[in-house]
């Protein structure tokens, strides 16, 4: 009986294996689009894998980086990155030291250490596949962070793709609240793989005054049901938007009078970003975390 249940775990293993797709996180012309959420508000930027170079005996892949239409861009060199035979990809950072982005290679049970801090570190909680736009498949990790545990969100590692969350940050960043780095798309070569298949909603241009962060406070973060908003009333919002993590307007609300709580009751848990707009076409963008 032992011998039949070993034999029928191999047969399964091996038809899970053939049927996805293992590719490299740093193949020539492979692209990520973000939408990168910060204090000052919500904008796009490009990632690409370009040429290769060699430090300290090491070869290395170019990644460069552009905040502009990809299409009409200025290109400037952001990081040299390469991955190894069990799939750990490593950055180079500015003293020449390498850290580990992503290790592809991982089990469901293993951890993950952080770069910044043992309190950091993640464990691995599951293992499946994801399909792609040109219908192939990828290993995904589903990564949960030990340090924030209470809230139980997770994030995704696409193999050969990265972070749908926290892209190019390993997780050390996994329990901040005030910034985001989403993945909306990723390609190779003009091929859109993943998010939009043509990218023509990859790149989000963004046009509208920012406005300074400190006039305005959301509470509780993380939060359970009701989001709290604390402002200077003369700032005369006149809009919010909430957005999840991958960039889709999922409420608009009009705001004509004062306006204090937000009701998010029925979101599934995640993390979420407000996006407040006044009457003189200013915003600020805050991160949320819907919690259980």
Do not use: H
Request: with cysteine; net charge negative.
């Amino acid at each position: 009986m032992k011998l039949k249940t070993t034999f029928l775990l191999f047969i399964l293993s091996f038809f899970f294996c053939q049927n996805i797709n293992s590719q490299s996180f740093v193949e020539e012309g492979n692209q990520w689009s973000m939408v990168n959420y910060t204090f000052a508000g919500i904008f796009s930027s490009t990632y690409r894998i370009e040429g290769d170079t060699i430090i300290n005996g090491i070869n290395y892949k170019k990644m460069w980086y552009t905040n502009q239409d990809p299409s009409i861009a200025d290109w400037t060199l952001e990081k040299y990155i390469r991955e190894d035979s069990t799939q750990k990809v490593y950055q180079l950072n500015a003293s020449n030291e390498e850290r580990i982005i992503y290790d592809f290679g991982l089990s469901v049970g293993d951890t993950i250490v952080s770069n910044v801090s043992p309190e950091q570190n993640s464990i691995v909680t599951a293992v499946d596949s994801i399909e792609l736009n040109d219908a192939t498949k990828r290993k995904r990790l589903t990564i949960t962070s030990l340090y924030c545990a209470d809230w139980n969100i997770e994030e995704f590692w696409i193999e050969g793709i990265g972070g749908r969350n926290y892209a190019f940050y390993y997780v050390d960043v996994f329990c901040q609240t005030d910034t985001g780095l989403s993945l909306r798309c990723f390609s190779n070569n003009g091929n859109f793989l993943y998010g939009s298949a043509d990218g023509n909603n990859c790149f989000i241009p963004t046009s509208i005054n920012e406005l300074e962060q400190t006039n305005i406070k959301i509470f509780p973060n993380p939060t359970q049901d009701i989001l709290n908003l604390e402002y200077d009333e003369t700032l005369e919002i006149e809009q919010l938007k909430i957005f999840d993590f991958q960039g889709q307007m999922i409420r608009s609300l009009q705001v004509e009078n004062d306006f204090s709580q937000i009701s998010i009751a029925d979101f599934p848990k995640g993390v979420y970003y407000l996006k407040i707009e006044t009457a003189r076409s200013e915003f600020i963008v805050k991160k949320f975390i819907k919690i259980n």
